[in-house]
């Protein structure tokens, strides 16, 4: 087996405290059957998976539900004992893992307040997001509200790693299947739709984006998008100056839960290789081991393959040269 060097960009952890607040909610996990791969995980657990699939760093985030269940003081407290556990895993082991630090919103002023405290004190990665906050009504990531936000993280040139979520007008439409299953293609979708054309991703260049699972449902649109982009040339010029394959093709995609020649094959055709990253969702799917045979089996050669395990994460986590 060759040495571990793959870099997963799309890697949960679930500490404790988290577990508790799910648990306090009424459930483990919203999702039907989800509950083990959250009650289960331990650093332990990781490790093991990430040897086995030749993994060397894993950069940890909490997965959805997220952070806030409608108590302000609540969220900012479980965001920031997250991170710290976050932390605490990277000081342990600094080449093993990394974190994309959670965040209280649609919370603004703490929000604020806690990229400071992740990226100067914990000195994580980057930040986690999710794709729609519920604030006055769903609020997906180019909506004005998170203008503050978007304008710190651009400040400082933040890596920003967007996971999906359900969008609450469309949870739970279909018993018995999971929401995750469509919901969270379709919201990562709504989420990159507002930021392109809502003009945000064009106003935030110095934001570096990680959409999760190909860019959802937007490679199967991409036609959609570019003759929408077509009809108000004004509005649209106003929006993205540079035009919308621009700002689509600097964002970056991981492949997690993804690895089908199909999406991977649509991904493909749009976006190059340079920006598609290496990622397992762990603890969810079959396991990474399994993952790296997936995407092995989505046609890349073996200088592109070894780019999405490693080099192009590199360009943006250069700490795990």
């Given at each position: 087996m060759?040495?571990?060097?793959?870099?997963?960009?799309?890697?949960?952890?679930?500490?404790?405290?988290?577990?508790?607040?799910?648990i306090a909610?009424?459930?483990?996990c919203?999702?039907?059957?989800?509950?083990?791969?959250?009650a289960?995980?331990t650093?332990?657990?990781?490790?093991?998976q990430?040897?086995a699939a030749g993994?060397?760093?894993a950069?940890?985030?909490v997965?959805?539900?997220?952070?806030?269940?409608?108590n302000?003081?609540?969220?900012?407290?479980l965001a920031?004992?997250?991170?710290?556990?976050?932390a605490?895993?990277?000081?342990?082991?600094p080449?093993?893992?990394?974190?994309?630090?959670?965040?209280?919103l649609?919370?603004?002023?703490a929000s604020?307040?806690?990229?400071?405290y992740?990226?100067?004190?914990?000195?994580?990665?980057g930040?986690?997001?999710?794709?729609?906050?519920e604030?006055?009504g769903?609020?997906?990531?180019?909506?004005?509200?998170?203008?503050?936000?978007l304008d710190?993280l651009?400040?400082?040139q933040?890596?920003?790693?967007?996971?999906?979520?359900?969008?609450?007008?469309?949870?739970?439409?279909?018993?018995?299947i999971?929401?995750?299953?469509?919901e969270?293609g379709?919201?990562?979708?709504?989420?990159?739709?507002?930021?392109?054309?809502?003009?945000?991703?064009?106003?935030?260049?110095?934001i570096?984006?990680?959409?999760?699972?190909a860019g959802?449902t937007?490679?199967y649109?991409?036609?959609?998008?570019?003759d929408?982009s077509?009809?108000?040339?004004?509005?649209?010029?106003?929006?993205?100056?540079?035009g919308?394959?621009?700002e689509?093709?600097?964002?970056?995609?991981d492949?997690?839960?993804?690895?089908?020649?199909?999406p991977v094959?649509?991904?493909?055709?749009?976006?190059p290789?340079?920006?598609?990253?290496?990622?397992?969702d762990?603890?969810?799917?079959a396991?990474?081991?399994?993952q790296?045979?997936?995407?092995?089996?989505?046609?890349f050669s073996?200088?592109e393959?070894a780019?999405?395990?490693?080099?192009?994460?590199?360009?943006?986590?250069?700490?795990f040269?």
């Open positions: 060759a040495a571990p060097h793959r870099i997963d960009v799309h890697h949960h952890f679930v500490p404790q405290i988290y577990k508790d607040a799910l909610l009424g459930s483990a919203p999702e039907p059957g989800y509950q083990p791969p959250i289960n995980w650093v332990e657990r990781s490790l093991d990430m040897d993994i060397a760093s950069i940890v985030s997965t959805t539900p997220g952070i806030h269940f409608g302000d003081a609540a969220a900012r407290n920031r004992q997250c991170n710290d556990a976050g605490r895993m990277m000081q342990d082991r080449q093993r893992f990394g974190l994309f630090a959670a965040l209280p649609p919370d603004i002023d604020l307040e806690e990229i400071g992740a990226l100067d004190q914990l000195k994580a990665d930040i986690g997001l999710y794709t729609d906050y604030s006055g769903v609020k997906f990531l180019g909506d004005a509200t998170f203008a503050p936000i710190e651009n400040r400082r933040t890596l920003v790693f967007v996971h999906p979520t359900s969008c609450i007008c469309c949870s739970r439409l279909q018993p018995g999971a929401d995750a299953i469509i969270y379709t919201d990562t979708t709504r989420t990159i739709a507002s930021l392109v054309f809502g003009g945000a991703a064009a106003r935030y260049p110095n570096s984006w990680i959409f999760c699972h959802g937007m490679p649109l991409i036609q959609r998008f570019i929408f077509g009809r108000d040339t004004g509005a649209m010029k106003a929006a993205m100056p540079q919308l394959m621009h689509l093709t600097r964002f970056y995609y492949l997690a839960q993804t690895a089908h020649p199909g094959a649509a991904l493909r055709k749009i976006i290789n340079s920006h598609i990253l290496f990622g397992t762990y603890p969810y799917g396991g990474c081991a399994d790296v045979k997936q995407i092995a089996a989505c046609g073996a200088a393959l780019a999405v395990d490693r080099a192009n994460a590199l360009t943006l986590l250069p700490r040269a």
